[in-house]
């Protein structure tokens, strides 16, 4: 008996040894899952406390421990928010995201720290580092000639033929102009007055190209405000044999604009965007003749009564006016 009885002592002491952590729920009253016990059940290992079997009550006993060893992490269910498990943790992923160029993201981050990228990205919003910085813009390079006739912009906008309304005013998403082709508005601007002028053309060949410059030039000449630099893209009209020999017939510099930079001739594409607003898609015409008819008078209006923020609200006629010396 004495024997059976160290036995059965023995293996209690055992079975308390390698307790299960759904015993160790059970005895605490506890009904969560067993995975959120494993700190519990590493502070019991580290105390080397055994769970004792003949306590009726066990969780008196557990209530000895030292709370002070749980403090390391909050008990928390598995079914919590991503945003509220990365706030009990907190890893430190705003450190790694600054001390690593910021062109790796949060699931480049996920595979070199182990952790959700979800997670991970939770994480930087919070700390106001998800997103990489944008370079800083360059400083505009504003400039404006003294005189008329010392710089013209070109341009060309190409803008759609069609017979009937189309399904941007109707709202169907039926095609009804099919094949009707395209049209494309040459654009001259002067630099000092901003004075323009339109030509709908057949095409932006060199062709269309040299024919509309040479109007430019001509009615700049009986102005008595020759032209004596003429800046426009790299297109393939502007870089043709053709338009560089008129442009050598009238001595007159040709300046190209940057590759893929717009921005250089932003007088020719701030009139093109006033001339869609204002003129192509301001009313509602019945075809595209419709509308080739009303550019006359829209760009009459536009010289000689429009009022132009770049000028001090006046209308480009006045700074033409008074160069050319029409009135005193």
């Known amino acids: 008996m004495r024997g059976?009885?160290?036995?059965?002592?023995?293996?209690?002491?055992?079975r308390a040894d390698r307790v299960s952590q759904r015993e160790i729920a059970r005895r605490m009253g506890l009904n969560r899952r067993a995975s959120m016990l494993d700190p519990l059940v590493g502070v019991i290992e580290r105390v080397h406390t055994p769970l004792p079997t003949h306590d009726p009550r066990p969780g008196r006993h557990l209530r000895q421990i030292h709370l002070q060893h749980l403090t390391w992490r909050i008990p928390r269910p598995l079914r919590c928010s991503l945003g509220r498990r990365a706030k009990l943790t907190q890893p430190p992923f705003h450190h790694v995201r600054r001390a690593l160029i910021a062109m790796r993201g949060p699931r480049s981050l996920s595979a070199a720290l182990g952790r959700p990228a979800?997670?991970?990205w939770r994480v930087l919003v919070r700390h106001g580092c998800?997103?990489?910085?944008?370079?800083?813009?360059?400083?505009?390079?504003?400039?404006?000639?003294?005189?008329?006739?010392?710089?013209?912009h070109l341009d060309i906008k190409k803008l759609g033929r069609f017979w009937h309304v189309g399904k941007r005013v109707l709202g169907d998403g039926i095609r009804r102009s099919s094949g009707a082709g395209w049209q494309y508005a040459h654009v001259a601007v002067d630099?000092?007055?901003?004075?323009?002028?339109?030509?709908?053309?057949?095409?932006e060949q060199a062709v269309d190209c040299v024919a509309f410059t040479n109007t430019v030039i001509t009615a700049y000449a009986e102005r008595g405000t020759p032209i004596q630099q003429i800046m426009t893209d790299n297109g393939s009209g502007y870089r043709s044999r053709d338009f560089a020999q008129l442009l050598n017939q009238h001595d007159i510099r040709h300046i190209r604009t940057r590759p893929y930079t717009p921005s250089t001739n932003g007088k020719a594409e701030a009139f093109i965007r006033i001339l869609q607003r204002e003129w192509a898609y301001a009313y509602i015409y019945p075809t595209s003749t419709h509308r080739a008819k009303a550019l006359p008078d829209w760009l009459?209006?536009?010289?000689?009564?429009?009022?132009?923020?770049?000028i001090g609200s006046h209308p480009p006629i006045n700074r033409i006016s008074h160069t050319a010396r029409s009135y005193t």
Do not use: C, F
């Open 4 to 14: 059976a009885m160290d036995w059965t002592q023995g293996a209690g002491v055992r």
């Open 300 to 310: 009459r209006w536009y010289n000689t009564h429009r009022p132009h923020g770049g």
């Open 191 to 203: 630099d000092h007055s901003r004075l323009a002028q339109v030509e709908l053309r057949a095409s």
């Open 130 to 152: 998800s997103r990489q910085q944008r370079q800083p813009k360059p400083a505009a390079n504003r400039y404006e000639y003294a005189a008329p006739g010392e710089l013209v």
């Open 118 to 120: 979800s997670t991970i």
